[in-house]
């Protein structure tokens, strides 16, 4: 696909926060700014909101089609079309296709949001922090992701003593 120019296709607000089942981790202008290390040739920023979730799989097929990609990269969990009608298999079928395996840490670990935020729902905002690097590529060991938690540990209990402290004086 050389000399074609690179297209990231996004979409704002993210499908899950558009459906309630979660808060966005990071802002659209801070996601593009994450593209724009990849260094695309244009970024299509799709509008999530209700006429975008009534189209069917076939309608996202047909669009991308439009744009005639050469490869079209996706993760192995992408869905596309109302009700998630469309998988990453159905857009193989139709484009060249290379499904991505998951983002992993050094040890293993899956990478996802849901992980993150629920990492940050915890209190771990160290360790939801190394998969978010881990996410961008970083090296991230099982050591870093364990330090994290044993550091955010230790400021949980920093924070309840100086709580105590105060409530001492």
Same mark, same amino acid.
């Given at each position: 696909?050389?000399?074609v ?5 996004t979409f704002?607000p ?6 309630g089942?979660?808060e ?9 700014d ?20 009534? $189209?069917s ?6 669009e991308? @089609?439009?744009l $005639?990609?050469?490869e079209?990269i996706v993760? =192995?969990?992408f869905r ?16 060249n ?13 899956i ?9 940050? $729902? ?14 961008c ?13 044993? @550091? ?6 920093? =924070?309840?003593?100086?709580? @105590?402290?105060? $409530?001492?004086?």
């Amino acid at each position: 696909c050389r000399g074609v120019p690179a297209v990231v296709y996004t979409f704002d607000p993210p499908p899950k926060v558009y459906f309630g089942q979660a808060e966005a981790l990071i802002s659209l202008d801070e996601k593009l700014d994450r593209i724009a290390t990849f260094t695309p040739d244009h970024v299509v920023v799709a509008d999530f909101n209700q006429i975008y979730v009534s $189209r069917s799989a076939a309608d996202f097929l047909a669009e991308l @089609q439009l744009l $005639r990609p050469c490869e079209l990269i996706v993760g =192995e969990d992408f869905r596309f079309g109302s009700c998630k009608g469309g998988t990453a298999q159905l857009l193989r079928q139709h484009f060249n296709t290379r499904i991505l395996p998951p983002v992993r840490c050094g040890n293993g670990e899956i990478v996802s949001s849901s992980r993150i935020r629920s990492l940050r $729902r915890s209190g771990l905002a160290a360790a939801a922090a190394a998969l978010v690097l881990a996410a961008c590529g970083k090296d991230v060991s099982f050591d870093t992701l364990e330090n994290a938690r044993k @550091q955010a540990r230790i400021d949980k209990s920093r =924070e309840a003593l100086g709580m @105590q402290t105060k $409530r001492r004086k």
